[in-house]
């Protein structure tokens, strides 16, 4: 497929020389990895791969809406009560209550 020229199920079938089910399926799993975009027409669904620039447009846009760039706050804190709410409720090794001091194996 040329980028950015738009195609039927049934050209892609003829160009190939495979079945349209086999082309379909095939379409659809490109279309869901985002390798192909589909349209509808008229009666039909239209297939293309973008060009370059649209591939550059879009992946400029995505940047824009990245995650923000802001400090976890609050991330280590609460990772130290949940290791020590894990600790707590281990049972103590060879009958020992829990201890911080001693090692745990």
């Known amino acids: 497929m040329t ?5 039927t199920g049934q050209q892609v079938a003829r160009l190939t020389g495979y079945s349209l ?3 379909q399926r095939v379409l659809s799993g490109c279309v869901a990895r985002g390798i192909v975009r589909q349209t509808r027409d008229d009666r039909h669904s239209v297939y ?21 760039q802001t400090i976890l706050q ?3 804190a609460e990772h130290r009560r ?9 049972r103590p090794v060879s009958g020992r ?6 090692p745990h194996v």
């Not at 980028?3 to 195609?7: D, I, L, V």
Request: proline letters at 13%; charged letters at 30%; a negative charge.
């Open 3 to 7: 980028p950015g020229t738009p195609y």
């Open 21 to 23: 089910p086999e082309v």
């Open 48 to 68: 293309r791969v973008p060009t370059e620039e649209e591939i550059l447009r879009a992946g400029v846009q995505m940047l824009g809406h990245a995650l923000p």
């Open 74 to 76: 609050g991330y280590d």
């Open 82 to 90: 949940f290791r020590e709410m894990c600790m707590a409720s281990r």
């Open 97 to 102: 209550p829990n201890s911080d001091d001693e």
